[in-house]
């Protein structure tokens, strides 16, 4: 079964609209047009119409839409600076303005497969003094409810760990197969849950955060869902919170919500 472009324009503008995620005429003609023809297969549907109908009232299905047009494209220890800045700078600075009974709470959105979220708690185990000062929590969100299932089962390509040190490989894996599985330490250690960043009801019911990482999201979406996101971000975050973004990724000046800072090699936004 063909699909046009007409209907593509269409299934595209609902994902834009529900998700913030936009996809450009070259990458929905190629690419996503593949994968969207091969989920309307799958699902035994005759024609784009039907499909259609059934994606905007059958929540499983929409999900299944938004598992294929989702990006996952990540690996442990990625962008290995900010978890540094991350641990020598913010961790002390929070420990020292948070009640000592406060838990510090960070956020992954979106987590992918949770290779961001590992890391984290690997470097704040590896540094050993505020861990066994005071709790973390650590959470990652995701609208790829399949990416969610491989972050909860935290089994992981050689590719995946290829940045990683052989001494953390082996004393945060189990080597199985040519697959290497996440220690059930480090697993206990953190949390995932479907969730999609538009949704505000949602995002506001996770609670407050000391430190929000969102890298590499916000490149796939337009100038208005950005400002969207980040304000739901600034509403998350705690006072004097921490908003870290991909290396390529900037908040635009006239969005005069974060402070921009420079701390190790690291820009990062903080909450006034």
Known sequence: MDVSSQQLKKLRDFIQINTGIFIDDDKLNSIYKRKIKELIT???YKDFDAFYRDVLRNQSLRQELYNAVTVNETY???EEYQFKTLVKYIIPELDKIR???EPINILSAPCSTGEEVYSIAIYIMEEGHYIKKRDFMLLGIDID???IRKAKEGIYSERSVSKLPQH???KYFKKIGNQYQVIDQLRKAVSFKVVNVMDKHTMKRLGKFDVIFSRNMLI???EIHRREILSTFYNMLKPAGYLFL??????PPSLKL???IKLGESFVYKKE
Do not use: L, M
Request: cysteine-free; proline content about 7%.
């Open 76 to 78: 442990f220890f990625r």
């Open 246 to 251: 991909g290396h390529a990724e900037r908040i």
């Open 42 to 44: 799958k699902n035994n």
């Open 145 to 147: 409810s399949e990416a």
């Open 99 to 101: 009640p000592p009974t």
């Open 168 to 170: 953390i490989k082996e």
């Open 258 to 260: 974060f402070k921009q």
């Open 220 to 222: 796939y979406f337009n």
